[in-house]
């Protein structure tokens, strides 16, 4: 009798933690979204993704993501802005200021001070707005500078939500859930 009680209080846990999990994968938190974007230029195109944390008034601060383009042939990460989302901080380089914001159904969707990613060896790629529908791609390495030139390559830039619902979970995610929900039938045949 002590193992089927035990059995049942490590069921009704786990179906708990598996609802727990299960709401955490579909809805990460109610003030962060995920975005995805592709730009695309006379040098160079590329595409990414980011999390971002929405600051209340409408505008995002991305707090991770890659970007991925044909200039670089590298997948690199974004860079939190500690002084977000008001503030802008300066890349590990030197070479640029940024600010991370991003404003959906806007032009300029990035802000001037642009996304920031960073790579192996030193790359950095600043993707940044200098106003409505004009947006620059800025890339530099140790040792090389600027790969653009300072002002960088103009591009086209698009960013868009993805579908809603479209987060899969995990396949133990869905074992476990399915472990708990077992568990709380054993239960329930058992108290009858």
Excluded: C, H
């Excluded at 600051?55 to 383009?69: I, K, L, P, Q, V």
């Excluded at 200098?130 to 002002?151: A, E, I, K």
Aim: glycine share 14%; net charge negative.
């Amino acid at each position: 009798m002590k193992v089927f009680a035990f059995i049942k209080r490590a069921a009704l846990f786990f179906a708990l933690v598996a609802l727990g999990v299960n709401q955490a994968i579909a809805n990460p938190g109610s003030s962060s979204s995920y975005f995805t974007f592709s730009f695309a230029g006379p040098q160079v195109s590329g595409s990414g993704d980011f999390w971002a944390t929405a600051n209340g008034d409408g505008t995002y601060t991305a707090t991770s993501g890659s970007e991925t383009d044909s200039a670089t042939g590298e997948t690199i990460s974004l860079i939190g802005n500690a002084s977000a989302p008001w503030g802008t901080s300066y890349s590990p380089s030197g070479a640029f200021y940024y600010d991370d914001q991003y404003q959906p159904n806007n032009d300029p969707i990035i802000l001037l001070g642009g996304l920031m990613f960073t790579g192996a060896n030193g790359l950095e790629v600043n993707l940044w707005s200098t106003g409505p529908d004009s947006y620059v791609y800025d890339g530099w390495t140790p040792g090389n500078g600027y790969s653009f030139g300072s002002g960088g390559t103009p591009i086209t830039f698009a960013a868009e939500d993805p579908p809603v619902g479209s987060s899969v979970p995990e396949p133990a995610t869905v074992a476990l859930f399915g472990l708990g929900i077992l568990g709380l039938a054993l239960m329930r045949r058992k108290s009858i």
